[in-house]
């Protein structure tokens, strides 16, 4: 297949009149944003076109909008954000309330807003619980061993796992840290049933399509006139989509014109990221 260098999300703009965003490596780097980002979001909002940002955060999606305006990626520059958090939160409220009321945690002291709201008891017992609710780890010093134990025991009881961010790993700081999916993939292994919520699972994208309205929320623009762009690669040909909305991968946003290098066109029946 022949893939096509694009300058820019400039080369996008007039095909596509929706653009589901990935956030972290695509419009920051966790601290700032990326060189142009901030300039094609304003660019794509400019021309009527309709954004959603999807982030695989394992918070919920008011957390994020906050956190993304404090390093300059301002709520007016797009018309909605996703979380996997929000994602994982609606669900435990509703379906997944079949699971229990008592959640053993993996998750860092950052990511508590996740219970603010709903029916669980937290338990620091893994005999005592009803699932495991999934949400990354406390810093770059952890590892998925460390958790082999507390995996083991769950697997033995039959304990289902709730994921709330499907990543394997994210660079902060520039320090590589395991996410959830890390854990997530080798409680799979162990033989453990796990519930993934976010990229690049299918149940997120639809609901991105539900966001991607126009300004009055009164039209959706169809699938087949859509855009994702994301940046990872380790789930490619894994977790096809079979949609109609195509598809770009990018190791970052190189903003609105840039080095024709950096961005990849991929087919809209492609896997991605």
Request: charged share 25%.
């Amino acid at each position: 297949m022949t893939v096509p260098l694009l300058p820019g999300i400039a080369a996008l703009a007039d095909r596509y009149d929706g653009f589901i965003l990935d956030l972290w490596g695509v419009l920051h780097d966790g601290q700032h944003p990326l060189p142009g980002a901030v300039d094609a979001l304003e660019r794509l909002h400019g021309a009527g076109k309709h954004i959603v940002i999807l982030s695989n955060a394992p918070r919920r999606a008011a957390a994020v909008i906050q956190r993304i305006a404090e390093i300059g990626i301002r709520p007016g520059l797009y018309d909605a954000l996703l979380s996997s958090g929000e994602a994982t939160w609606n669900w435990l409220d509703g379906d997944g309330k079949r699971l229990g009321k008592r959640l053993y945690p993996i998750m860092a002291a950052r990511d508590d807003n996740m219970l603010e709201g709903l029916p669980v008891e937290v338990v620091q017992d893994i005999e005592a619980a009803d699932f495991i609710l999934n949400t990354g780890v406390e810093s770059a010093a952890d590892k998925v061993e460390d958790f082999e134990a507390a995996l083991v025991a769950g697997v033995g009881r039959g304990l289902p796992m709730v994921c709330a961010n499907p990543d394997l790993m994210v660079i902060h700081g520039g320090k590589a840290e395991i996410c959830a999916g890390a854990v997530a993939l080798r409680y799979e292994q162990l033989g453990g049933k796990v519930h993934y919520f976010g990229k690049p699972h299918r149940p997120i994208y639809d609901s991105c399509f539900e966001l991607l309205v126009t300004a009055d929320r009164t039209v959706h623009p169809p699938r087949r006139q859509s855009m994702r762009l994301g940046r990872r690669r380790y789930d490619d040909g894994v977790h096809r989509r079979d949609d109609e909305a195509a598809s770009l991968r990018t190791c970052r946003c190189q903003g609105w014109r840039a080095p024709t290098r950096r961005i990849r066109s991929v087919a809209p029946d492609a896997a991605s990221c």
